[in-house]
């Protein structure tokens, strides 16, 4: 199993779309400043995952995420996704 996943520097507000087999071996990479294109930028967090069957499914995938259409897409995936986020922390803060 392949995934796809982006990091977020919440202090220098970066994202980062890369591929792994293990996403938290390669984030501690990413935050040990073993990765040279992430380095200046971290710490970082994981804010989406993807699964792939395959490692080239994978990389097409992120492929994509790294074109103009595919960050636009993105974008509107992470939106989707903290509505999510947003509207259950709201249901618990209201007691329902």
Known sequence: MY????LYSRYHRRTYVGQSSD????????????VRSTKPYI???IVY??????????????KYFKTYSGRQALK???K???AELVDALD???SGT
């Open 43 to 45: 710490p970082y967090e």
């Open 76 to 78: 509107k995936i992470l």
């Open 3 to 6: 995934y796809v996943y982006v």
């Open 49 to 62: 995952t993807e699964k792939h069957e395959d490692r080239q499914a994978a990389l097409k995938r992120e």
């Open 23 to 34: 996403i938290e071996k390669r984030l501690k990479e990413h935050n040990s400043g073993k």
């Open 91 to 93: 249901s618990k803060s």
């Open 80 to 82: 989707a996704e903290m």
